[in-house]
């Protein structure tokens, strides 16, 4: 990890570490790509106010996040699969996070279970949930949530149908995977990979697997899955879960200030401004280019964080500058996940906060409170 500098590197490491069905599962966007461009494009071009010969020498990255202590404003968002880019890719990306000193989301289409995770790590994580068709199933995951000691449920909003992702279709992207020659050859190609992944506690969805008795279902996992998702999925849902789930909430998926209008009336504690990291609406805004206006309307009365393209310290300074509490990256450590375990998600979350402390000290700020629109220049 000695040459490695940038989460750019990461992800070259990643993409050829990794078969190329999964990579690009991780990689790529909905459809066209627009919003996924988007939003890297309005992030980057949100230029910093240079300032000099402010004493910096006491800069510090740590913060709350939820009222609980953090190392630095950064969250590992939940992502699917992950075991999937690394055998047990949940656990290494979990223990990353907490070495850190910052929170991991765990997503319900995780390969590990609720409990494998909770099982091989020292403290509570947080648990990210679909709300699925079989109300039931979703009553037992937020119990075994609960039971696992989770500490916040991050309720995602913006899957109740599901933005094409061309390539996934392309690589035989599912869950058994679809095998071919081509497919055959990738994956002998990268036997550390499927040492790794053979290793690994499970190869499927570990939350869901056990709900599904039907042998047919489970062999066609991911379709089943997909025909799970539930359409009319609306506000009375999200009352539901409030009143099952007695600890933290958070609403992740907010684009559009109506809804995060809505969203402050749940008893929820906070919301993420997110297109999903350019995987659903393709044509929605930039997450960056939304966030100012959610930030006006709701960010009294709840804690807004923000999640799409970032890949730096730089970027996670962008988001507090506009607004955001703190910052959840999706790719940024899957990249990590998938070029190194545990080590590679280490070291994007090291990379990050680096660069955050340098920027802030360029920037002539020393707090993560400091940070506001006055960083900014026009
Ligand atoms: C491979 C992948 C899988 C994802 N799976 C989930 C998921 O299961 N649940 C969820 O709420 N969001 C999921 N997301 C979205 C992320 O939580 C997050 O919103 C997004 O990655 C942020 O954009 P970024 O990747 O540019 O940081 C996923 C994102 C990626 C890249
Ligand atoms: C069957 C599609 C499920 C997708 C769930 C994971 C996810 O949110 C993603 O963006 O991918």
């Not at 500490?151 to 599912?174: C, E, F, P, W, Y």
């Not at 910052?327 to 990590?336: D, E, N, P, T």
Request: aromatic share 6%; proline share 3%; hydrophobic share 40%.
């Amino acid at each position: 990890m000695k040459h490695i500098t940038c989460i750019d590197d990461l992800r070259a490491l990643h993409k050829r570490r990794v078969p190329k069905a999964f990579f690009d599962y991780c990689d790529r966007g909905s459809y066209a790509e627009e919003t996924l461009r988007a939003n890297r494009e309005d992030l980057q071009a949100i230029k910093f106010r240079q300032r000099i010969l402010v004493d910096v020498s006491r800069r510090d990255t740590s913060t709350t996040i939820l009222g609980e202590p953090s190392t630095m404003p950064l969250i590992l968002a939940p992502v699917g699969l992950l075991g999937m880019q690394h055998g047990d890719g949940e656990i290494h990306a979990c223990r990353a996070a907490q070495a850190a000193g910052i929170p991991f989301t765990q997503s319900t289409m995780s390969i590990c279970s609720i409990e494998d995770i909770a099982a091989n790590v020292e403290k509570p994580f947080w648990f990210q949930l679909y709300v699925m068709k079989d109300r039931g199933f979703i009553k037992d995951l937020i119990q075994r949530a609960i039971a696992a000691k989770c500490s916040a449920l991050v309720l995602t909003v913006d899957l109740q149908v599901i933005g094409q992702r061309h390539a996934d279709i392309k690589n035989g992207m599912t869950v058994p995977p679809e095998w071919s020659l081509s497919k055959l050859l990738d994956f002998a190609s990268k036997p550390a990979w499927v040492s790794g992944v053979l290793r690994g506690k499970r190869r499927t969805f570990g939350n869901i697997a056990g709900h599904v008795k039907n042998t047919e279902d489970l062999n066609r996992l991911a379709e089943w899955t997909a025909s799970q998702f539930d359409t009319s999925l609306n506000w009375k849902d999200v009352e539901w879960v409030r009143s099952i789930w007695p600890g933290k909430l958070i609403i992740k998926g907010i684009l559009d200030v109506e809804d995060a209008e809505e969203a402050a009336k749940t008893g929820a504690q906070a919301l993420v401004v997110s297109n999903h990291g350019g995987r659903q609406l393709d044509g929605a805004p930039s997450s960056i280019e939304v966030l100012p206006e959610i930030v006006d309307a709701v960010g009294s009365k709840m804690e807004i964080m923000f999640d799409g393209g970032i890949r730096s310290g730089q970027d996670v300074m962008r988001a507090l500058a506009l607004g955001a509490k703190s910052c959840m990256i999706g790719r940024a450590y899957a990249y990590g996940l998938g070029a190194g375990g545990q080590a590679g998600v280490a070291k994007a979350i090291d990379i990050i906060q680096k660069e955050l402390l340098t920027t802030m000290g360029l920037c002539g700020v020393n707090k993560v409170d400091e940070i506001d629109d006055h960083i900014i220049a026009v």
